[in-house]
């Protein structure tokens, strides 16, 4: 089987986008997937520079003249393999074991890239897509995609498009296929009280100034009720309720409180009443201190009054809460209730996300449902990401057109850990998936 | 000066309790002391081993049958001398600039122990003390006298007395005179929050279960009200209050709080409302977390929740409280308000201190007040110390006496700092105060 031998060729690349010696190793993996798609039959196949990793771009015109653009998106760069001694074989010499290729960079996202290339090449040959294919293969997405943004802007002409598909994601189970019409937004800020000038003994001091760690603790705990409930003044304003058939929809996944609670290893899950575990995760906001620091933290004793204390605090988003709105709310509740005695500065981190969210009446999802139900055998269900997804956001922004996700993997497969693979028999699922979405894209497209 | 060299000879010897390579020393200083003691006319000098080091003891009786014993407490051991590069000169080898002398223990607490000695001497050359003097010079004092309490046990008889006087300790400056009629105790916990088994994603799982550092921050910040007042049930219920005798001397400290806020450095003074901060800070208990930590401390934003968070509590407390009973009511409250979702676990550290406070009363400290008040030319104010004094309550559980202080330091004399020194006219206070005390105190009780 050659599409085997040269999907592990593809895998022997060492494209770690993050590490600097691994530079010329990305630069290779770009001109691989250059030359696969052009032997394809992709045209106008280009490898454009950005101030990092190259993007890989091409794309194949549908002969019909009202055929929509469709937009494949996937990364050819890999997370770092460490730790190396936890790998069963050496990440980048693929090792093929039953159903499995094992490797770095084999499900996240090589796996995808190279089925999508294999669909083209099957549609090519017989006679052409019914859509106009576009690839954009970027090789930074383990690094946070940095110049995908300024690329865009730059070449938003040839980046049109009427859908955004990623191969890069997965399904919720292997048995299980899901949409993914969702994820949330990010927004991270420091908090950071200052008390005495330096640390202070805690009998010469204690009662006649105030402790930072005590007016620390004060503050985050005045961001949420003992429910759950963030308490933080208009922060819940503009976030849009969950409709009723986002309701159904989530009910409809089949989710074990008590097998999550256990992998989790909490005494019992917490969160704001009146959602279910679900509705919390995919579509109500949240504020968590991802971490706290003051003071001594060694072993016994040590009888001070920090002269400070910290902490971060991160939220995620949802519809319609804008990260630098909600940003604003966090610091004029910090201002707000701020101890006296000592003095209270908040900052705001860089890199904010937006959520995002398919509309539920997006003419893909139907389509996306039909086609991924012939191929797995049963309806997919509703999903979203409790993380977030900065290029969907970035692909709505700068081109005016959603992404969904058609992405067999599934979540067993250990991406970003030792001994990551990938199942061969997803490559034929996209083979056969893939032209199947594009003949009904462009049906419902017709129609 | 022939007391003068005797006292360099003392200074120079490296008695560094914490520091095993300075066992040697720490021997041959009480070594020293025995012997100067002896030539002072001191009887029954003895070294008494302990599970540490070595406690000097000796004493000389009075002629009068019916005198009070008073017994003589203070230590020859001293702190480390680092930071070296930042003394002057070699802290070992003592050097007298004018009126001073610079040596590590100058201060802390050889020049009064050695001061004692030299009052003693001259009282005994003038016909013996008129009151039963007794010698307690230890070695431990600077790592906490962890062996002190077993010696008093055995050595009950040998030391037991009517009164402590202490030579160790300071005066409120070196203009005016102090009596210190009290110290605060100590108590302290950690506080453990367990979450999920590890950090997690906080896109992942934020809303689906509790965070540790939110839910700590929660059980903190439920311990303090805004203004400072402690608000754990029962922490209040045994604190002795404020009298109106001890209200109206605290108010006679010449005590700016605008100096004391800048000193510090915080943006204003805070706590307990209804109390001056001087009555804050030596009669009124506290509640500080001296430490907290938990979660990412580095640079930026990592997204997760952490799997635990952890503080430590120090309470300082007051008559009448007991340090095993608030640690009770801590870890009782901690208890009750235990955020739902996560494993809360309170350990009480060892090494709890009950506070100190000479009764109004006590016939000593008019007599004190008397002899300061002819050494200053100025009336003592009463102080206390915020901090705990371990040692005064063991002489008061074991021996059944209290202990007041005699000590002619000042606080700017860098003891624990670099360039340690002591003020040589210190020396003569000593030798001019404390025979005047014996007389006073023997002939208060005759009366």
Redesign the interface.
């Known amino acids: 089987m050659d599409y085997i031998s040269d999907f592990l060729e593809f895998l022997s690349i060492p494209s770690v986008s993050a590490l600097s010696k691994h530079k010329a190793d990305v630069e290779r993996a770009a001109s691989w997937l250059a030359r696969r798609m052009e032997r394809a039959g992709v045209r106008e196949v280009r490898i454009l520079k950005t101030a990092g990793h190259p993007v890989v771009f091409g794309q194949v015109l549908s002969r019909s003249p009202h055929a929509p653009a469709v937009l494949i998106y996937g990364h050819y760069d890999t997370q770092p393999p460490d730790p190396l001694e936890e790998w069963n074989s050496p990440p980048f010499e693929p090792v093929v074991k039953e159903d499995r290729v094992y490797a770095r960079g084999a499900a996240d996202d090589k796996g995808g890239v190279y089925g999508a290339i294999l669909a083209t090449e099957d549609v090519v040959k017989a006679g052409g897509p019914p859509v106009n294919l576009k690839f954009l293969f970027e090789g930074e997405e383990e690094i946070g995609s940095p110049n995908l943004k300024d690329l865009l802007v730059k070449e938003k002409d040839l980046f049109a498009c009427d859908l955004v598909v990623s191969v890069d994601g997965g399904m919720f189970t292997r048995e299980i296929p899901s949409l993914t019409t969702g994820?949330?937004g990010?927004v991270?800020i420091q908090i950071d009280v200052k008390?005495?000038?330096?640390d202070?003994?805690?009998?010469?001091?204690?009662?006649?100034?105030?402790?930072p760690?005590?007016a620390?603790?004060?503050i985050?705990?005045?961001?949420?009720d003992?429910d759950?409930r963030i308490t933080v003044d208009g922060f819940y304003d503009n976030v849009r309720d969950i409709s009723e058939s986002e309701r159904k929809s989530f009910a409809q996944v089949p989710f074990d409180e008590e097998e999550?609670r256990a992998s989790?290893?909490?005494?019992?899950?917490?969160?704001?009443p009146g959602y279910t575990?679900l509705e919390?995760?995919w579509s109500?906001p949240?504020?968590?201190?991802?971490?706290?620091?003051?003071?001594?933290?060694?072993e016994?004793?040590?009888?001070?009054?920090?002269s400070k204390?910290s902490?971060?605090i991160?939220c995620?988003l949802v519809p319609d809460q804008e990260p630098d709105e909600i940003a604003r709310i966090l610091e004029a509740h910090v201002r707000r209730c701020a101890?006296?005695?000592?003095?209270v500065e908040t900052t705001v981190?860089p890199?904010n996300s937006r959520p995002y969210v398919v509309p539920g009446d997006h003419p893909a999802l139907p389509v996306l449902s039909r086609v991924l139900t012939k191929l797995y055998g049963r309806q997919p269900v509703e999903v979203r990401?409790?993380?977030?997804l900065p290029i969907a956001r970035t692909f709505l922004d700068l081109l005016g057109s959603y992404l969904v996700f058609f992405a067999t993997s599934s979540p067993d497969e250990n991406v970003h850990s030792p001994n990551e693979f990938y199942r061969l028999d997803e490559l034929d699922k996209l083979r056969r998936g893939l032209p199947e979405l594009w003949s009904e894209l462009a049906a419902s497209h017709r129609t």
């Open positions: 994820s949330r990010l991270a008390g005495p000038r330096t202070v003994h805690s009998g010469g001091h204690g009662g006649a100034i105030n402790n760690v005590n620390l603790c004060q985050v705990a005045s961001m949420k003992e759950g999550y989790v290893g909490v005494p019992a899950l917490f969160g704001e575990v919390r995760l109500r949240t504020l968590d201190c991802s971490g706290i620091w003051g003071g001594f933290q060694g016994g004793v040590k009888t001070i009054i920090p204390a902490c971060k991160t995620r101890p006296r005695g000592v003095t981190f890199g990401l409790g993380g977030t």
